[in-house]
């Protein structure tokens, strides 16, 4: 059955938007083309009327979960008292390590996306780059200092979620958080 242009516009937001999260609860070779349309509650045979490969997909879905991930942080951030305290704490919470599919790409995608194509690569760079333009902007600090901010963020949520020891994945996190708290200025 043929759909309107309107929508196959919203079917296609809504792919991009659901492979986000899958792709993140999965990783890029944990869930195939059918699975992604499935979930979007659509049919497989769509997707290659909208995408040139599963990398194209891939890019566009965490461009728009890094537009939307950093600008939430940037909110939830400039809302408290201490924005760069306010920042690591979420950041660094177990709400953020136990919502794979709702948080971070980097910390969630960044080895996959290391051997992936040049294209998703780019869609990575470009995240990066808007967290460490939100790190400089919350924390005061130099580009030099948001990168290893931000490095120090990734690894320790990375690291949590890796562990099976739960008071283990608690520990790295908070002292990650610390850490970062204690030397802002370092």
């Known amino acids: 059955m043929k759909v309107s242009r309107e929508q196959a516009t919203k079917n296609r937001a809504h792919v991009v938007e659901v492979a986000g999260a899958q792709f993140r609860k999965h990783g890029f070779d944990g869930i195939g083309v059918a699975d992604l349309m499935q979930a979007a509650g659509l049919?497989?045979?769509?997707?290659?009327n909208n995408f040139?490969?599963?990398?194209?997909?891939?890019?566009?879905?965490?461009?728009?979960?890094?537009?939307?991930?950093?600008?939430?942080l940037?909110?939830?951030?400039?809302?408290?008292?201490?924005?760069?305290?306010?920042?690591v704490r979420f950041y660094l919470s177990p709400e953020h390590r136990?919502?794979?599919?709702?948080?971070?790409?980097?910390?969630?995608?960044?080895?996959?996306?290391?051997?992936?194509?040049p294209e998703l690569r780019a869609a990575f760079e470009v995240g990066i780059a808007a967290y460490l333009e939100l790190i400089v902007e919350v924390a005061d600090v130099t580009r030099p200092r948001a990168m290893a901010i931000y490095a120090t963020m990734v690894g320790a949520l990375t690291l949590?979620?890796?562990?099976?020891?739960?008071a283990l994945s608690a520990d790295l996190l908070a002292a990650a958080a610390d850490g970062l708290l204690a030397g802002k200025d370092s």
Do not use: N, W
């Open 43 to 48: 049919t497989h045979g769509g997707f290659y």
């Open 52 to 72: 040139a490969s599963k990398d194209a997909l891939a890019a566009e879905a965490v461009t728009q979960v890094f537009t939307e991930t950093t600008e939430r």
């Open 74 to 87: 940037r909110q939830y951030a400039l809302a408290a008292a201490d924005p760069y305290a306010a920042m």
């Open 98 to 117: 136990d919502s794979i599919e709702a948080g971070c790409a980097i910390a969630a995608l960044s080895q996959d996306a290391a051997r992936r194509s």
């Open 160 to 166: 949590s979620r890796t562990v099976t020891d739960p």
